[in-house]
């Protein structure tokens, strides 16, 4: 049974920092990419980062580029999203989602990633 279980989210200011955690279970972690995503409310699941399955390789959205940073330690099957200078508009619930790289599936899209966890809150305030 595949799990990914997001933690770390929660309440900050604006310009503050959180990072958050996904244990993976259930899957051979490091055959799989990994990849964030984020959906406020009333608007659709938006690509926030990803990194490949050894981690010499990452994507940002543009809105986040520069201020997140995603890494993974393969040894813990856990995927990281350090989040810095924190902005109202980052509010959301975050998601991480495993991609078993498929050819010719695009990064950016949900589609691409077969396992989903249940979602952190993240809410930054003004």
């Known amino acids: 049974q595949v799990q990914l279980v997001e933690s770390g989210g929660g309440l900050v200011q604006a310009g503050g920092s959180l990072r958050l955690s996904c244990a993976v279970s259930g899957l051979t972690f490091s055959r799989y990419a990994m990849g964030w995503f984020r959906q406020a409310p009333g608007k659709e699941r938006e690509f926030v980062s990803r990194?490949?399955?050894?981690?010499?390789?990452?994507y940002y959205a543009d809105s986040v580029k520069g201020r997140f940073t995603i890494s993974r330690d393969n040894a813990k099957n856990t995927v990281y999203l350090q989040m810095n200078s924190l902005k109202p508009q980052d509010t959301a619930v975050y998601y991480c989602?495993?991609?078993?790289?498929?050819?010719?599936?695009?990064?950016?899209?949900?589609?691409?990633?077969?396992?989903w966890g249940q979602g952190t809150q993240v809410t930054v305030s003004s």
């Open positions: 990194i490949s399955r050894s981690g010499d390789r990452t």
């Open positions: 989602g495993a991609d078993p790289g498929y050819f010719g599936r695009p990064y950016y899209s949900t589609s691409t990633y077969d396992y």
